[in-house]
């Protein structure tokens, strides 16, 4: 295990996409972070350059104290050794699973007795001894994946880096597996990096979160700080599924522009600091902080009032979204809470909203 460090990185790639912007993140040693962000945020762009598969423009990459890659230097990856396991397994077809996970370590040159020795305790690990002498063909997806992270573990790489290695399995699967992977990395002390598009798996398993848009670290948090104390707008809708309100902040109070929403006076506001004059703001509303009561009145609605276009029934609470004038709000009711069904009318009531100020973002959620 080692620590990883990457310091004022970027990378452009040769077509001038730009895929890394000012990256600065270091991973302690056994310490297990997952890279999170929507398709083309620079997550696999990230893994790549800590693996070295790409070149970094500018900036600087050190694995356990030793530079790998800077303006002069260059570390290949196969000198590197570091375990990692993609997407899509990467598993040789003609070779066993016990010559598929020995084959790091044959590279290695490590003496026949230690290899079957180190082999046979990793395939214990992930449950795989009884299919040592299978080939992948006759494994299942699961089984197959499981190959891939023996092969990467085996030879106590420096450092894992997993690219979605988990996203073509499918539930229960995923979810053990996911369970497995956090377990062996904790026994084994290893530093993980772990990839995903998923934010709650990445919430899950992950020490820290490191949420990436436009090819920036928009955050770098434990995930109950994530949770509660999102960096940004962005990071509120996309790993909170909160709503997003445009509007201005003054003495102390949220304007929104949409004038037909009324939010109640006693809803809790956090706003980084107070200001003097009014100011353009985006507020978050989590959907844990809002409430839903059902609307009594027979009349015309009033500006508190939406309408139920989705109640979704889940295991920890139902997921409802509401319309309200146009834009829509994501709502959990917890089990046993009285849900409404689609159609009805509903007061909402808003407990807390988070407020960021507007000027760095652009409509597209990332930072210019
Ligand atoms: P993610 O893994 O988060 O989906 P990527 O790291 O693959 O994102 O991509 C980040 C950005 O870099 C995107 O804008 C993508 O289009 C661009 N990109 C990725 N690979 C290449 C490439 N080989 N050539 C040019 N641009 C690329
Ligand atoms: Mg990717």
């Known amino acids: 295990m080692a620590k990883l460090q990457l310091t004022d990185v970027h990378h452009v790639y040769p077509n001038g996409h730009r895929g890394l912007r000012d990256i600065n993140l270091s991973v302690e040693p056994g310490e297990f972070i997952t890279l999170v962000g929507p398709s083309g945020s620079g997550k696999t762009t990230l893994l790549r350059t800590i693996a070295g598969f790409l070149q970094p423009s500018h900036g600087m990459v050190d694995i356990g104290g030793t530079r790998v890659a800077d303006d002069k230097s260059w570390v290949g990856p196969e000198r590197r050794d570091l375990g990692m396991v993609f997407q899509e397994h990467a598993v040789w077809p003609h070779l066993t699973v016990f010559q598929n996970v020995a084959y790091p370590l044959q590279r290695k040159r490590v003496a026949k007795t230690a290899m079957t020795r180190q082999v046979a305790d990793v395939l214990e690990e992930v449950g795989l001894s009884e299919h040592a002498q299978q080939k992948p063909a006759a494994l299942s997806g699961g089984q197959r994946q499981r190959v891939a992270l023996a092969r990467a573990i085996v030879s106590k790489p420096q450092a894992l880096l997993l690219d979605e290695a988990l996203s073509a399995l499918d539930e229960p699967l995923r979810a053990?597996?996911?369970?497995?992977?956090?377990?062996?990395?904790?026994?084994?002390?290893?530093?993980?990096?772990?990839?995903?598009?998923?934010?709650?798996?990445?919430?899950?398993?992950?020490?820290?979160?490191?949420?990436?848009?436009?090819?920036?670290?928009?955050?770098?948090?434990?995930?109950?700080?994530?949770?509660?104390?999102?960096?940004?707008?962005?990071?509120?809708?996309?790993?909170?599924?909160?709503?997003?309100?445009?509007?201005?902040?003054?003495?102390?109070?949220?304007?929104?522009?949409?004038?037909?929403?009324?939010?109640?006076?006693?809803?809790?506001?956090?706003?980084?600091?107070?200001?003097?004059?009014?100011?353009?703001?985006?507020?978050?509303?989590?959907?844990?902080?809002?409430?839903?009561?059902?609307?009594?009145?027979?009349?015309?609605?009033?500006?508190?009032?939406?309408?139920?276009?989705?109640?979704?029934?889940?295991?920890?609470?139902?997921?409802?979204?509401?319309?309200?004038?146009?834009?829509?709000?994501?709502?959990?009711?917890?089990?046993?809470?009285?849900?409404?069904?689609?159609?009805?009318?509903?007061?909402?009531?808003?407990?807390?909203?988070?407020?960021?100020?507007?000027?760095?973002?652009?409509?597209?959620?990332?930072?210019?």
């Open 176 to 368: 053990r597996l996911r369970q497995q992977l956090r377990r062996l990395t904790q026994d084994e002390g290893l530093t993980t990096v772990h990839v995903t598009h998923d934010r709650t798996e990445a919430l899950a398993l992950a020490d820290r979160v490191v949420v990436l848009n436009g090819g920036r670290i928009v955050q770098d948090a434990p995930p109950a700080e994530i949770l509660a104390n999102p960096a940004n707008s962005f990071v509120a809708a996309f790993m909170s599924d909160a709503a997003v309100l445009q509007g201005s902040w003054a003495a102390g109070r949220f304007y929104p522009d949409n004038r037909n929403l009324h939010i109640a006076d006693d809803a809790v506001v956090s706003h980084p600091e107070e200001q003097t004059s009014a100011v353009r703001c985006r507020t978050t509303v989590a959907p844990e902080d809002i409430r839903l009561e059902t609307f009594r009145g027979n009349g015309p609605a009033d500006r508190t009032v939406g309408t139920v276009t989705s109640v979704l029934a889940g295991r920890f609470g139902t997921e409802i979204s509401v319309d309200w004038d146009g834009g829509t709000f994501a709502v959990y009711a917890p089990v046993g809470a009285l849900v409404p069904k689609t159609s009805d009318r509903v007061v909402i009531h808003i407990d807390r909203m988070h407020v960021f100020e507007d000027s760095a973002l652009t409509t597209h959620g990332a930072y210019a």
